[in-house]
């Protein structure tokens, strides 16, 4: 069954650092883009991050460039978002998505992709 499982969220001070992981099931990162959206209560879904599948190609977004590294390990099928220096307001639910053979980009609405995972939730209090 094809499906994505998130990991690694949980409760932090400004200023640390958790790193989420996301296992694919079913698929692999062959022609598939990878990226991470949030939802904050009261805001809008927004996509923080992606990875194209050779690796080559990133994205990330004003709010959290240079503070969060997106990455994939091929033999674990797996990708990572490493997020440093938090802040409040990078709390919410993180979600793992992917789409094969089209890009993600920020016209991607957010539970639209081909593949969308469970979420894990991040708290960082300040």
Not at 13 to 28: D, K
Not at 67 to 85: D, G, H, P
Not at 107 to 118: A, F, H, I, K, S
């Amino acid at each position: 069954v094809v499906h994505l499982a998130e990991s690694g969220g949980g409760s932090v001070e400004a200023g640390g650092s958790l790193t989420l992981s996301c296992i694919a099931f079913g698929f692999t990162f062959d022609e598939t883009d990878m990226g991470w959206f949030r939802q904050a209560p009261g805001n809008e879904c927004e996509l923080v991050s992606v990875i194209g599948s050779d690796g080559s190609r990133t994205y990330y977004s004003d709010s959290v460039k240079g503070r969060f590294t997106i990455s994939q390990e091929y033999a674990k099928n797996t990708v990572y978002l490493q997020m440093n220096s938090l802040k409040a307001e990078d709390s919410g639910v993180y979600y793992c998505a992917a789409n094969f053979g089209a890009e993600i980009s920020t016209r991607t609405r957010c539970n639209l992709t081909d593949v969308w995972g469970q979420g894990t939730h991040v708290n960082v209090s300040s």
